[in-house]
């Protein structure tokens, strides 16, 4: 089977040609496993991350055919083109930095006391928002998040050029920091006043993007849109509530 891997050194990407040898003709391999013999065979200093094999822990993603997979869970086909997630910067190769995602609401809902009171229930769509892996692949294509870019137009987003540096930090949000939002907002342990810090953070963050948005999608199948954007709109005020 063979596949095109996209490397990616000091910024200069180059194409690499791998043809996967299947342990037999019932073989339907991952991406993941692809990147594994690749690596073995033909490229040993190709960069990549995994971790669980198990569509657990979310830093596998990479994009196949220009689309973010989790490259442990997603089959491989003749003929993809497996890359670097293009919403994020290149560190090496396949491996994308993650940091200024992950550490964007650090510091900026503290301060609320918490009650330790664990008889309180968490809602049913609190615990459906705790099965996010943290893959990133819901930044695809989101409109806040091409506000970080210099120039991009919504909904493309694909020129790494023009990628902010992580280390200072991403201005405008992404689905992945509503969904924590969303999520602190509807922990029972959270107080009144940290539920509203999060909808001005989230609104801080450029929540507006979403009202015309068709919607986000989830790698793991999260209902992004029902159970984080719709909510997140109304409470703001930005979107009447459903009525159907
Ligand atoms: S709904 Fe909002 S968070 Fe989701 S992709 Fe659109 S702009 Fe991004
Ligand atoms: S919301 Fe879904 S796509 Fe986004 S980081 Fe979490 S698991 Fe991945
Ligand atoms: S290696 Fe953990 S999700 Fe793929």
């Given at each position: 089977?063979?596949?095109t891997?996209?490397?990616?050194?000091?910024?200069?990407?180059?194409?690499?040609?791998?043809?996967?040898?299947?342990?037999?003709?019932?073989e339907?391999?991952?991406?993941?496993?692809?990147?594994?013999?690749?690596?073995?065979?033909?490229?040993?200093d190709?960069?990549?991350?995994y971790?669980c094999?198990a569509r657990n822990?979310g830093?596998?993603?990479v994009?196949i055919?220009?689309?973010?997979?989790?490259?442990?869970?997603?089959?491989a086909?003749?003929g993809?083109?497996i890359?670097?997630v293009a919403t994020?910067?290149?560190?090496s190769?396949?491996?994308?930095r993650?940091?200024?995602?992950?550490?964007?609401?650090?510091?900026?809902?503290?301060?609320h006391?918490?009650?330790?009171d664990?008889?309180?229930e968490?809602?049913?769509?609190?615990h459906?928002?705790?099965?996010?892996?943290?893959c990133?692949a819901?930044l695809?294509?989101?409109?806040?998040h091409?506000?970080?870019?210099n120039?991009?137009?919504?909904g493309?987003?694909n020129?790494?050029?023009t990628?902010?540096?992580?280390?200072e930090?991403?201005?405008?949000?992404?689905p992945?920091s509503?969904?924590?939002l969303?999520?602190y907002?509807?922990?029972p342990?959270?107080?009144?006043?940290g539920?509203q810090?999060a909808?001005?953070l989230?609104e801080?963050?450029?929540?507006?993007?979403?009202?015309?948005c068709?919607g986000c999608?989830?790698?793991v199948?999260?209902d992004?849109?029902?159970k984080?954007i719709?909510?997140?709109l109304e409470?703001?005020?930005?979107?009447s509530?459903?009525?159907?």
């Amino acid at each position: 089977m063979k596949v095109t891997i996209v490397t990616n050194r000091n910024g200069t990407e180059s194409t690499v040609e791998f043809d996967y040898r299947k342990r037999d003709d019932k073989e339907r391999p991952m991406v993941l496993d692809v990147l594994l013999q690749a690596q073995l065979d033909s490229i040993p200093d190709l960069a990549f991350r995994y971790g669980c094999r198990a569509r657990n822990c979310g830093v596998c993603t990479v994009d196949i055919n220009g689309k973010p997979r989790i490259a442990c869970r997603a089959r491989a086909r003749e003929g993809d083109r497996i890359s670097a997630v293009a919403t994020l910067p290149v560190a090496s190769d396949l491996v994308v930095r993650r940091d200024g995602i992950a550490r964007q609401l650090h510091g900026k809902l503290g301060g609320h006391p918490r009650h330790n009171d664990l008889n309180v229930e968490a809602p049913d769509d609190y615990h459906a928002l705790t099965a996010c892996i943290e893959c990133y692949a819901c930044l695809d294509k989101c409109p806040m998040h091409a506000r970080n870019f210099n120039g991009s137009v919504p909904g493309e987003v694909n020129d790494k050029t023009t990628l902010p540096d992580p280390a200072e930090g991403y201005r405008w949000g992404n689905p992945f920091s509503l969904l924590k939002l969303q999520r602190y907002r509807l922990d029972p342990l959270n107080t009144e006043s940290g539920h509203q810090a999060a909808i001005k953070l989230a609104e801080s963050l450029g929540l507006d993007a979403c009202v015309e948005c068709p919607g986000c999608k989830c790698g793991v199948g999260i209902d992004l849109k029902r159970k984080v954007i719709s909510p997140l709109l109304e409470t703001s005020g930005l979107k009447s509530p459903a009525t159907d």
